[in-house]
């Protein structure tokens, strides 16, 4: 595709439901990020892909955070038993490089709302 | 700890002057350093990216500079235009990630 796309936009969740964010990142990128966004604050890092691998997951905030990008394109971002504390913004990107040494391309965000 | 600090106040300039806005980092020795533009409901979007090994990086009406020995990097837009009213994120390279700082947001009034 164009670039990178995410759906929700958004979503609203009451406290203690799944939720499940997706991403499709650029054809053919190996990388892939994933940050939460609070308001008025810059993305923070939760995970990073190369291809299928999960080669770094030392931002997820806790144990009901769990990512996986199965085939090394489209990637979801799992969030079980809702806070309201996971509110915030969650980002994609995506770049064509290994390492995140590259320009990296994200997507319009999904606005997770937890009641 | 690794720390990044933008501008947290918004900067107001007007139309046609230079605007220059600041990160500062400590506890890094990044690789590199990025400058991206957020505008309210959208994704980042690259702009530059400058190395360590660089001084001064240019693209049309932006300048980016690294000093390395202050552990700051300076973000220039010359001859603003209301357009380019956003937020600028800086981000550095960490263990192979990026380490955002919290934004400045830019308003330039015509």
């Known amino acids: 595709g164009a670039g990178v796309s995410q759906s929700p936009r958004y979503k609203v969740a009451k406290r203690g439901q799944d939720v499940a964010l997706r991403c499709d990142p650029i054809?053919?990128?190996?990388?892939l990020f994933w940050y939460q966004q609070a308001l008025g604050q810059g993305p923070e890092f939760l995970t990073y892909?190369?291809?299928?691998?999960?080669?770094?997951k030392s931002g997820l905030p806790s144990d009901r955070f769990f990512a996986e990008r199965p085939e090394g394109s489209v990637s979801t971002l799992k969030i079980q038993r809702t806070q309201q504390e996971d509110s915030a913004v969650y980002l994609c990107?995506?770049?064509?490089?290994?390492?995140?040494?590259?320009?990296?391309?994200f997507g319009p965000g999904t606005r997770l709302t937890v009641t | 700890s690794q720390k990044i600090e933008q501008n947290s106040e918004a900067l107001n300039i007007q139309e046609g002057k230079t605007a220059t806005l600041t990160c500062n980092y400590t506890?890094?020795?990044?690789?590199?350093l990025q400058w991206y533009r957020q505008d309210p409901g959208r994704g980042p979007v690259f702009l530059l990216l400058?190395?360590?090994?660089?001084k001064e990086k240019r693209k049309e009406r932006l300048k980016v500079t690294f000093d390395t020995t202050l552990k700051q990097s300076l973000f220039h837009i010359t001859a603003s235009q209301p357009a380019d009213s956003a937020t600028y994120l800086c981000?550095?390279?960490?263990?192979?990630?990026?380490?955002f700082g919290q934004g400045t947001t830019l308003q330039v009034k015509p």
């Open positions: 400058i190395r360590e090994n660089e």
């Open positions: 892909f190369q291809n299928e691998a999960q080669l770094d």
């Open positions: 506890n890094y020795s990044p690789a590199y």
């Open positions: 054809s053919g990128h190996v990388s």
């Open positions: 981000a550095l390279e960490g263990t192979g990630k990026l380490i």
């Open positions: 990107a995506s770049s064509a490089l290994a390492g995140g040494s590259d320009e990296q391309y």
